[in-house]
């Protein structure tokens, strides 16, 4: 029955059953008489019902149709309400939202993604998952709303915004031997042991790849999940830490850091805000990934280099 089922023809039967005459019915509907004629005879047929009888010069609804009157009513106005336009309220908006990035995003610009969200969506429950390189390949299936990384294209298959870019740098606590050097060089690079910041997106391994093709090779002496647990390394030892510009510009805001510029010239780091095509049309996703953009690029933390 359902398939045989149209909207139009349910809102004819309406207007039909209001107007109890098939050329004013076809006036409002914009249609020929003939062709709510035509409608008329596929809805009695399909309800198995005259639904509308000639009494004199008008038609009279039947009493299964005086029954169907109500319900069809109010199935067309929440087919309307389904189908309309409305605003998006914020502060209505109930959902967990879920958000993947590196930790370093976690901990310098989250908060102010946060303080927009209890002021002005305080019902949505953020969760925040750490980027793992496989969730590119498997982003809908992972169930992750919105999500920022490092890529050197943006990805084919989602929809992104570009946030930004910059190239890699040697981080170091202020007072490392290397920090006196008027200029970095490839051997400087390699006589130090290195931390590698493990969460996130891929942070050096194009470094490595320049300085593989200058013949040299630096040693991984420690490997953490975390920037917290690597400041905490780099500060209480002479470990180096090859990182983006922009990560060590800030972390050397806030801690007796330094950075140097490369001894090799490596690929520039590509930012990107990435989200599912689906959402591009969904109002709660766009005012969601507009607050974490305005975040991202205006935050005391954030890259600021587009």
């Excluded at 993947?100 to 993604?113: E, F």
């Excluded at 209890?118 to 750490?130: D, F, M, S, T």
Aim: charged share 20%; aromatic share 8%.
């Amino acid at each position: 029955m359902l398939n045989n089922i149209n909207l139009n023809l349910l809102r004819s039967l309406h207007v039909l059953l209001e107007e109890c005459h098939v050329s004013h019915a076809a006036q409002r509907l914009n249609l020929t008489q003939s062709a709510v004629s035509r409608q008329l005879a596929q809805l009695r047929e399909l309800s198995g019902d005259p639904l509308l009888v000639r009494e004199g010069n008008q038609l009279v609804a039947t009493p299964r149709a005086l029954a169907m009157q109500p319900k069809l009513r109010e199935l067309l106005e929440q087919c309307d309400q389904l189908m309309a336009d409305k605003p998006f309220d914020p502060a209505l908006w109930q959902q967990e939202f879920v958000v993947s990035s590196s930790d370093y995003v976690a901990q310098y610009i989250l908060p102010d993604v946060v303080a927009v969200m209890v002021e002005q969506a305080p019902k949505v429950n953020i969760a925040y998952r750490l980027w793992q390189p496989d969730y590119l390949e498997r982003f809908e299936q992972s169930g992750i709303h919105l999500a920022s990384t490092m890529l050197a294209q943006p990805p084919q298959q989602l929809s992104s915004i570009a946030l930004g870019q910059d190239s890699s740098v040697c981080l170091m606590r202020l007072g490392h031997p290397l920090d006196s050097e008027p200029v970095m060089t490839c051997e400087h690079l390699i006589a130090f042991p290195h931390l590698k910041v493990t969460g996130g997106g891929d942070k050096d391994s194009q470094a490595d790849i320049a300085l593989k093709q200058q013949g040299y090779q630096r040693r991984i002496a420690l490997k953490v999940p975390f920037f917290s647990a690597a400041v905490n390394a780099l500060l209480s030892s002479d470990y180096l830490m090859i990182v983006p510009e922009h990560i060590a510009r800030n972390l050397s805001r806030s801690y007796s850091l330094a950075y140097r510029d490369l001894p090799v010239v490596s690929d520039v780091h590509r930012y990107w805000l990435m989200w599912h095509p689906k959402y591009d049309q969904d109002k709660a996703h766009e005012w969601m990934r507009t607050k974490v953009l305005t975040a991202m690029q205006t935050s005391s933390y954030s890259i600021g280099m587009i």
